[in-house]
Each structure stands twice: as structure tokens, then as C-alpha cells.
């Protein structure tokens, strides 16, 4: 079993930025991929941001060079840097784990992912 436990979040002018993080515990020895997603009220979850075992990244359309994803494996950490934050990213951003160890693998729709943390929320005020 894994866990997952983001912070970081809180509240931000725009353009401002943040750092979340994920600590991750349990047995860690067939994760692959780790990622970022986030959920608004009334919106679908959405993925932000994933990186696979070997640093292989994906982001989101939205993102624009803003933000950046990290992980470190011998700390059991990902990381989420948010740059340049607008309104519109105000959700509540999940981290997320998938159990499937292959190096490469990125994947981008949620149902790929087995863990889940319980959320931080990120506000922006206009």
C-alpha cells in the first residue's frame, strides 16, 4: 500500500507562485509514474502534470511553460512548482501515484492512477 500527503497549497495574488509537495510512504518499490491533478468544483479532474521513472514529463495544455514537475526518488517526494498563477488554477490539486513500474510510462488520464493523496487547495484572488 502506498500513501500520498500534499502541501503547499494556500492562498495567492496573481502571479504569484507556489511549491506543492507530495510525500509518498508505504512500499514505493513498484510505483512508476507520479503526477498532478487537479479538480474545481463542478469540473472534471484534470491532469497538470506527470513524470515518469526515468524524468520523461507531460503537462497539460493549460500549463504554458509555467509550471514544473520534479521528483525525488531517495527523498520519496514529488514536487509542483506554480509560476505565474491566475485565477483560473484555483482547484483543489491531488497527487497521484501509478502502481505500474515501467520507466518510461507517463500516463495523463486519471484512471491510470492507483493512489491518491487527499488534496491541497490552491486559491488565486483576482
Known amino acids: 500500500q502506498v500513501q500520498l500527503l500534499e502541501s503547499g497549497g494556500g492562498t495567492v495574488q496573481t502571479g504569484g507562485s507556489l511549491r506543492l509537495s507530495c510525500a509518498a510512504s508505504?512500499?514505493?518499490?513498484?510505483?512508476?509514474?507520479m503526477a498532478w491533478f487537479r479538480q474545481a468544483p463542478g469540473n472534471q479532474r484534470e491532469l497538470v502534470a506527470a513524470i515518469s521513472r526515468q524524468g520523461l514529463r507531460q503537462y497539460a495544455a493549460f500549463v504554458k511553460g509555467r509550471f514544473a514537475i520534479s521528483r525525488d526518488d531517495d527523498k520519496k517526494m514529488v514536487y509542483l512548482q506554480m509560476n505565474s498563477l491566475q485565477p483560473e488554477d484555483t482547484s483543489l490539486y491531488y497527487c497521484a501515484a501509478d502502481a505500474q513500474a515501467i520507466l518510461s510510462n507517463v500516463p495523463t488520464t486519471s484512471g491510470s492512477y492507483e493512489y491518491w493523496g487527499q488534496g491541497t487547495q490552491v486559491t488565486v484572488a483576482s
Open positions: 508505504g512500499n514505493l518499490v513498484g510505483i512508476g509514474a
